[in-house]
């Protein structure tokens, strides 16, 4: 899911231990984003996407096209938690029926929609991914609600 990250330091000849310290957290935990042995907060993900100018659906490849967005989020999490739940009413979903898609519990939908807790970046990744859903839209790095992909790239225009 995150072997960009990888790709995209080593494009700017970053070392992990550089990155590391740019992102204000311990070298081994950067390692292990890259490896993929855990999970990297979403809090580090957008910083990681602001830092080089990439989309965070990019990062964790929703997209093969490396569209630049220089755009620079704060996370809200009461807008996230917003745009969740427009999604999920789109869908004439109830919180219990999402939190059953991503594996959750219903408690943990509540706060994501009411912007009480952070979503995390594994069901944040999930949702964009079951309703075709751009996380840079998701996290407020983009008006675009759709995952830009090559073949949609002129339903965009």
């Known amino acids: ?15 992990q231990r ?16 890259e490896t993929g042995e855990h999970i990297i907060p979403l809090k580090h993900l957008n910083n990681f996407a602001s830092i080089f100018h990439v989309s965070i659906d990019y990062i964790c490849d929703l997209t093969n096209l490396n569209i630049e967005n220089s755009k620079i989020v704060k996370l809200n ?14 869908y004439n979903l109830t919180q219990t029926d999402l939190a059953r898609i991503l594996n959750t519990s219903q408690s943990n939908i509540s706060s994501y ?38 073949n949609n790239l002129n339903d965009k225009k």
Not at 18 to 31: D, E, H, R, T, V
């Open 1 to 15: 899911m995150f072997e960009n990250l990888k790709r995209i330091r080593l494009n700017h000849e970053l070392s």
């Open 18 to 33: 550089q990155m590391a310290k740019i992102l204000k957290i311990g070298k081994s935990s950067y390692n292990y984003f």
């Open 77 to 90: 999490k009461e807008e996230i938690g917003k745009r969740i739940k427009k999604i999920r009413l789109k």
């Open 113 to 150: 929609e009411s912007g009480k807790t952070l979503i995390l970046t594994a069901f944040l990744f999930n949702f964009a991914k079951y309703f075709d859903i751009s996380m840079d839209y998701l996290v407020g790095r983009s008006n675009n609600i759709k995952i830009i992909r090559k």
